[in-house]
């Protein structure tokens, strides 16, 4: 059996760091996540509390289109501007596929309202595809 000493320092020594990323990371999301919410035209959740399957869909689709990217940039990050400034353009990029969406489709927020599963998923999956793009481009 080994010594665990060196691990537990290491711990000690990197806990403190580790805490502040991961705190700023999930800020960073929720911030930008309620920033998405008000943005949109849409309530998604007095909709979700109705409801509203495609509302779930649609929002789900943007609070993992926002987490992906944010995580790999966690996993390359020097320093913690580094997820603050990645996670505002995640979120520039998750109101540009809201947006291309709804120009493709027309009436997106409409359509999410009438709970229209069809148009929430291909916003959902438009969303998770940008994001994993934009999660491969930040790990570089």
């Keep these: 059996m080994t010594d665990p000493a060196p691990v537990i320092q290491s ?3 990197g806990l403190p760091v580790f805490m502040l990323h991961l705190g700023t990371a999930t800020v960073a999301w929720a911030l930008a996540l309620a920033l998405y919410m008000w943005i949109t035209p ?3 959740f007095a909709l979700i509390r109705n409801g509203n399957v495609s ?3 649609s929002l789900g689709g ?3 289109g926002l987490a992906v990217p944010l995580a790999f940039c966690l996993a390359a990050s020097v320093n913690v501007w580094d997820v603050l400034i990645w996670g505002s353009v995640t979120l520039i990029l998750q109101l540009i596929a809201f947006r291309a969406v709804d120009l493709a ?3 997106l927020s409409k359509r999410i309202e009438e709970d229209q599963l069809a148009a929430a998923i291909f916003l959902a ?3 998770v595809a940008l994001a994993a793009l ?3 481009a930040v790990a570089g």
């Design 134 to 136: 934009n999660a491969a």
């Design 42 to 44: 849409h309530k998604e």
């Design 55 to 57: 509302a779930a869909v």
């Design 125 to 127: 999956m438009t969303k």
């Design 62 to 64: 943007a609070g993992l």
């Design 105 to 107: 489709i027309g009436n």
């Design 11 to 13: 711990l000690f020594a």
